[in-house]
């Protein structure tokens, strides 16, 4: 799975905001009030942001080797799933209440803090899920790695020698094993001499 593109979340933001402000004007066209979303819509966004990233800790710890402990990879893939599912749905309620926020404000009337105070917070409720998708996928991510063994100074397979080996390609003459064990398919971190 690919991490979220900036080009896409960028691009989701503005349609977002062009329909926030195109909804709230046809209201305004028809004689109808503007929408003000519930102030429980930023508070909500603001909530699930948190939870997110809550989840998003262990795998975290998991892929930066801070722990030992095992994590489920089915756990796994639905955290990463549902950070890129926040970030969206973070740039699609940011854009969208930041477009009737921006029409509200370039009219020529004065607003009330009862619309003002909730469309505010849903805007900064939008970016926080927005931000915190963001910061939870790549909390899922496992770094790339390192081009020396630390504990022998000899240098690690490469990402090409590493996928041959997963695939059961036999490693070149003079190569071993880093981990001492190997199997019918799979040579751990081998490298060559």
């Known amino acids: 799975m690919k991490r979220t593109r900036i080009s896409t979340i960028i691009s989701i933001v503005v349609v ?5 402000f195109a909804f709230d004007a ?4 028809t004689l109808h009030p503007v929408f003000v979303p519930a102030m429980t819509l930023g508070l909500v966004l603001l909530a699930i942001a948190a939870i997110v990233i809550s989840l998003a800790v262990p795998v975290f710890r998991v892929a930066r080797g801070r722990t030992r402990e095992p994590i489920d990879a089915y756990y796994a893939t639905r955290v990463v799933l549902i ?3 926040s970030s969206l749905a973070g740039a699609i309620f940011g854009g969208l209440v930041g477009g009737m926020l921006v029409y509200v404000l370039t009219r020529g009337v004065s607003v009330g803090a009862g619309s003002l105070v909730p469309t505010v917070t849903s805007v900064v409720g939008g970016i926080v899920l927005l931000v915190a998708g963001l910061i939870a996928e790549y909390m899922c991510t496992v770094p790339p790695p390192k081009t020396t063994n630390p504990t022998t100074g000899t ?3 490469s990402r090409a020698g590493l996928r041959a080996a ?3 390609i036999p490693p070149p003459s003079g190569a071993y094993c880093e ?6 398919t799979r040579y751990d971190h081998w490298s060559t001499t």
Not at 26 to 29: M, P
Not at 179 to 184: N, Y
Request: aromatic share 0%; hydrophobic share 50%; glycine share 12%.
């Open 179 to 184: 981990t001492g064990v190997q199997s019918r």
């Open 26 to 29: 046809a209201l305004a066209a």
């Open 16 to 20: 977002a905001a062009v329909a926030g």
């Open 166 to 168: 997963r695939q059961g």
């Open 155 to 157: 240098p690690s397979a």
């Open 83 to 85: 950070a890129k599912a």
